[in-house]
């Protein structure tokens, strides 16, 4: 996967997120606390910054907001 792909779908996650979370009137101070991770991480997840995140966070997320990892899915790019 080229680094500009990588980058690209970072921040397609990340747009997803924060529109679930705004849309569920959360901020990300709640959310954070909610998915028991740092308010600063999940803002760089939000931002496209962040690569690489753990099933076990996505599952909080998707948890907290609301939403099916179905959904989540759709921005994951897996890589051999």
């Known amino acids: 996967m080229t680094e500009k792909k990588r980058e690209e779908w970072c921040i397609e996650l990340g747009i997803a997120l924060k ?4 849309n569920a009137e959360l901020t990300l101070e709640e959310a954070s606390k909610r998915a028991k991770i740092s308010r600063q991480y999940l803002y760089f997840i939000e931002k496209g910054e962040r690569p690489k995140v753990s099933f076990d966070v996505m599952i909080r ?11 989540l899915s759709q ?3 897996f890589t051999s």
């Open 19 to 22: 529109t679930t979370r705004t």
């Open 61 to 71: 997320i998707s948890n907290v907001y609301g939403i099916s990892l179905d959904y």
């Open 75 to 77: 921005f994951v790019r």
